[in-house]
């Protein structure tokens, strides 16, 4: 089946200071991506699609400028969370979809803590 | 814009008993994918089961099945034999293979089975 590396699994950061999550598909290409903020007992939030080769699509409310979404090859997706604030904390997952039967596999998230 | 609706923010069940998870939707779609989606301590993503909406056949998937119905737009999830692995947080979710394919997710039931 497909696999998604996700890494940092988790990560500490000073406020102001930037931090980059990378999704990873391991075993076949992805022309899309997804990227997913969870807070604390709730539910998964879509905050962007990261395209291959192109600008992501960005949901509404989501700050472009401050989350950097670059997927420069056809396996690989990152995150970057520039100028961390408290408020940014949260845990962050990806989603690929899969190949064959439509359905999405998810990286193991990457908790985000802003001090 | 399509929504997911889980009515019921907990749920607990005693251990070998049946439980029914509920979920309804909203979209103007004919063809598109329905999911429920376990979240364990782990927060890993983990497919429970998988609908697609041209199929009138519930799926089923060992202990786990839904009840489909497309007219009235409900999803529910019932869990047979319920085991204490079984205790989680439930994400039902909807897919349309029209556009950028993303994923709206439900606001999640924890699970809590009682031994």
């Known amino acids: 089946g497909a696999v998604v590396s996700q890494h940092p699994s988790w990560v500490i950061c000073k406020s102001g200071t930037s931090v980059k999550i990378e999704c990873r598909s391991l075993?076949?290409?992805?022309?899309?991506m997804f990227w997913y903020r969870q807070f604390p007992k709730q539910s998964l939030m879509l905050m962007a699609t990261?395209?291959?080769?192109?600008?992501?699509?960005?949901e509404q409310g989501v700050e472009k400028d401050k989350f950097l979404i670059n997927h420069a090859s056809l396996t690989l997706s990152t995150l970057t969370v520039t100028s961390a604030h408290p408020e940014d904390s949260s845990f962050y997952i990806c989603?690929?979809?899969?190949?064959?039967?439509?359905?999405?596999?998810f990286g193991s998230g990457t908790r985000l803590t802003v001090v | 814009a399509q929504t997911v609706t889980q009515s019921q923010p907990e749920m607990s069940v005693q251990e070998a008993e049946t439980v029914t998870l509920s979920c309804t939707y909203d979209?103007?779609?004919?063809?598109?994918?329905l999911f429920w989606y376990k979240q364990p301590p782990s927060r890993q993503m983990i497919l429970v089961i998988r609908?697609?909406?041209?199929?009138?056949q519930n799926a089923t998937e060992n202990r786990f099945s839904v009840n489909f119905q497309k007219a009235a737009k409900s999803f529910s999830l019932k869990i047979s034999d319920s085991q204490l692995g079984d205790a989680a947080m439930y994400f039902c979710?909807?897919?349309?293979?029209?556009?950028?394919?993303?994923?709206?997710f439900g606001q999640g039931t924890r699970l809590t089975i009682n031994p």
């Open positions: 990261s395209n291959e080769g192109s600008k992501a699509t960005y």
């Open positions: 989603s690929v979809p899969q190949r064959g039967v439509y359905g999405y596999t």
């Open positions: 609908q697609e909406a041209y199929k009138q």
């Open positions: 979710a909807y897919s349309t293979e029209r556009g950028a394919q993303k994923l709206v």
């Open positions: 075993d076949f290409q992805a022309t899309t």
């Open positions: 979209t103007s779609e004919s063809d598109y994918y």
